[in-house]
């Protein structure tokens, strides 16, 4: 399996714009987290699923946050607007009997 | 809520010295899991206990489950510059399946 996939790697935009990140988990993996690293705040939860479903999402910042799961193999995070304050790494990671499995991460910078 | 201090904050060490970090919480975790994250890439799982006074060895990593349920350690022996990253302790969210993440600890390894 070639792991979990994210994209863009690398995302630089300006404030206002809107940005879309994506993430393909391991196939047959149940659960799929958004994570956000940062230096001051070290890796926070955003929002995780359960067989598509949104189990959690009360770390996601603020309304300009929303993150999808049409399906068991694709989840989208949006940023609309961005701010300056949204740059970080937002790692995807998915798991299966508990052992989470992470992407490489997206690095989004907003000017 | 949960909380994961992890000290120290960050070590510099020459090749070959043995590594020693901790982990402790505010509350009890009953999994204890140490990720390390390599530069430019998602944590990837080193060790897991799951039982109280448990000690897990993975090569030259060694790993503890305190026996109050409120700390472990990582040991690290006769380090190798490939160890350099930053290493997290992680827990599972009380009742859920996410994984709160320490603070992390950045272990550099001189030649």
């Known amino acids: 399996d070639a792991g979990v996939i994210q994209s863009p790697r690398h995302e630089v935009t300006e404030m206002g714009q809107e940005v879309t990140l994506r993430c393909k988990p391991i196939s047959g993996h149940d659960y799929l987290f958004w994570y956000r690293q940062t230096m001051m705040r070290g890796l926070e939860l955003l929002i995780y699923?359960?067989?598509?479903?949104?189990?959690?999402d009360s770390g996601m910042p603020e309304d300009r946050f929303s993150a999808k799961m049409p399906n068991a193999s694709f989840s989208t995070l949006k940023i609309q607007p961005s701010e300056p304050r949204d740059s970080a790494v937002y790692f995807c990671?998915?798991?299966?009997?508990?052992?989470?499995?992470f992407g490489e991460g997206s690095r989004l910078t907003v000017l | 809520g949960q909380q994961l201090n992890q000290s120290p904050q960050s070590m510099f060490i020459q090749e070959g010295e043995d590594v020693s970090m901790n982990c402790t919480s505010s509350?009890?975790?009953?999994?204890w899991l140490w990720y390390k994250q390599d530069p430019g890439e998602g944590p990837v799982l080193l060790i897991a206990?799951?039982?109280?006074?448990e000690l897990t060895s993975n090569g030259r990593l060694t790993a503890q489950f305190g026996i109050t349920r409120k700390d472990s350690f990582l040991n690290i022996s006769a380090s190798i510059p490939s160890d350099v990253g930053i290493y997290f302790c992680a827990g599972p969210q009380t009742g859920a399946n996410n994984l709160f993440f320490g603070t992390g600890t950045r272990l550099t390894v001189i030649p």
């Open positions: 509350s009890i975790f009953n999994t």
């Open positions: 206990l799951y039982k109280a006074g």
């Open positions: 699923f359960n067989n598509n479903v949104p189990i959690d």
């Open positions: 990671a998915s798991s299966w009997g508990g052992e989470l499995f």
